[in-house]
């Protein structure tokens, strides 16, 4: 009938605006767009399903490849001609250099890195107040002081490569965040265990940005276990100001966040203090909570504008 003509007339309006958005990212966007079209007529469920699983944010790295190299080979037995532009398309779409598989690597070199360098650390402290204790009693000889500075500058020159790698573990994590929440699906259970244990300041704070950024893009896949719940509610009460900030995002996705809010402003509100060392961590909890559960929020409005104008801005103005 009529409806199915209009419907299938915006249709294609919509393939044709699609193809030209694809088309004009790629080195001939006339001849891919007509390639894409053509591509379109081809009807292979398995091809596309083959296409589906090379961007899949749950394939892993070898389904990825794998799919990758099968979509090509049928593409080339349909259409040869589609080949060239559906290698740079599915090596743009491919998941292949960042994938599900290298969340659990990245927390585990940090993680490991890390506690190396605190152990390291530790042990050059020992080592150099036993030189200290030596040099008070006798002076040591040319050798022996050689010897060390080298060890030293070998030490110097290991940490500093773990710094950086650390940063680009760091780095590369926080990008995932951002662009790829979709890829922490399969690790929500290990992002929240380590906010369980004894685990590095800046690991915590990727694990938790992970989540808030999870949670926000997934909010109905957001965990809800009453044992992340407390954890969560500790680094918005405890942490830092960026691991306030992330925790209070994961609060505000759970099913009872108008709950959990009342608890924590009735925890942070009447402890406003500028001589608190929690001061911007709970700021930053406040902020979230305006945004997440703004009535709960409108509630102690007025003691936390009161406390901002007078006990912040006022006092440092005027100091």
Known sequence: ??????????????????????????????????????????????????????????????????????????????????????????????????????????????????SIDSISQTNENKSTNENNDKDSVSQNNNSESTSQNNKNNENESINQQNSNMVKAAHDLLKEISLRFPALYRSHIGELTQLLAEDANELLIEDSLEALSQFSKKYPNETPQDSICKRRLIKYALEGSQQQAKYAAIVLGQMHDKYQIFTGLLRKIVPNLSHDSPNLLSHLSVLSELALYSSSKYEEESEAITEFIIKELIYTNRYQ
């Open 1 to 114: 009938g009529d409806e199915g003509r209009e419907n299938n007339e915006q249709f294609s309006i919509l393939l044709e605006q699609l193809i030209k958005r694809i088309a004009n990212k790629l080195p001939d966007p006339q001849k891919s767009a007509n390639q894409l079209s053509n591509f379109t007529k081809i009807g292979d469920p398995q091809l596309y399903k083959l296409i589906k699983d090379c961007m899949d944010s749950q394939s892993d790295y070898k389904t990825v490849k794998k799919s990758q190299k099968e979509a090509l080979k049928k593409i080339e037995q349909v259409s040869s001609s589609l080949y060239e532009t559906f290698l740079i398309i599915l090596r743009r779409i491919s998941l292949t250099i960042i994938n599900k598989d290298l969340i659990p690597l990245l927390m585990h070199k940090m993680n490991t890195i890390m």
